[in-house]
DNA sequence: CCAATGTCAGCATAACTGACATCA
DNA sequence: CTGATGTCAGTTGTGCTGACATTG
């Protein structure tokens, strides 16, 4: 069907759309706040206790300044809170306000709808080798091997 | 180890930057004409024969406007050309040149080296069950079932 | 003083919508 | 005429770099 095989880049980009379209508009349908693409990831990288806006950002793998500006739109939006740390005042904690937690619940049950939804379409084994294979550690992609040191 | 199970959005988008970034990086090392992560795309969306804007902004996911802008930025790139469609003075082809040509075969050439690392990584066996559960068709992820009627 | 953090500001890119001419 | 196509223009959003104050 298609001219050449599709990449694997190509594949997890169709993928990935798959379930973010289904969750944005589930959230939608829901009447939830709207939120970006990018406001979802940063929900889906916060932990329960509190995290710094640094911390974030390494985990998006973005700059924190762009870290900061998703948190400061979901600030605005009232899902998120800045508290000071107890332990550093250089350091500003990220929670959940109780309006946050309750969109993350809503999205977690979501994107498990969506995936319940996948493994009737291609079969459970097939939804839990796709996740193993990605949560398997990849290592490097750059740097090839000594098989073919470039220069 | 993650705060919560890492979401199969937050899955694909790391799979995904992964080979992204071998494949940018292992391009330019071989000093290939630098190509964004779109146009890059582009490469992949496109067939031997020659294909129009409308089609590879279909196969993309994106508007005509934007597959437009990425294929004249190639175009000034010399990496492709538009020749006019012999069966409809309408259409205007898209087509690798033969500098286009070469830096196609050389990117396929270091995806696939970049699978077979993967595969050295996560076994053979994960690779394939991971490609054939991307390739298999999903449906739609949209129109929530019953449980969640809008409205 | 140095390093990490949080923040503000400006810039580049890539996506979008709108508009319009062309042609089957 | 209608619809699809190619194109130009403007706008928005997202990520970047640069810069700087604060604090451990």
Redesign the pocket.
């Known amino acids: 069907m298609q001219p050449t095989r599709r990449s694997f880049p190509q594949l997890f980009a169709d993928a990935r759309r798959w379930f973010e379209e289904g969750l944005l508009a589930a959230m939608e349908a829901a009447g939830a706040t709207p939120v ?4 979802a990831q940063l929900f889906a990288v916060l932990d329960d206790h509190g995290t ?4 974030l950002a390494r985990r998006m ?6 870290a ?6 979901l600030v605005d939006a009232g899902l998120l809170a ?1 508290v000071p740390d107890p332990g ?5 904690l990220i929670r959940r306000t109780p309006d946050g937690e309750r969109a993350h619940r809503q999205a977690t049950a979501i994107l498990q709808q969506l995936e319940d939804r996948l493994a009737e379409r291609i079969g459970r084994e097939g939804v839990d080798a796709l996740r193993a294979a990605l949560e398997a550690s990849w290592g490097e992609s750059t740097a090839p091997p000594p098989s073919a040191p470039p220069r």
């Open positions: 970006s693409p990018t406001q710094t806006v640094s911390e793998g973005v700059t924190r300044q762009t900061h500006q998703a948190v400061h739109g800045q550093s005042a250089r350091r500003r």
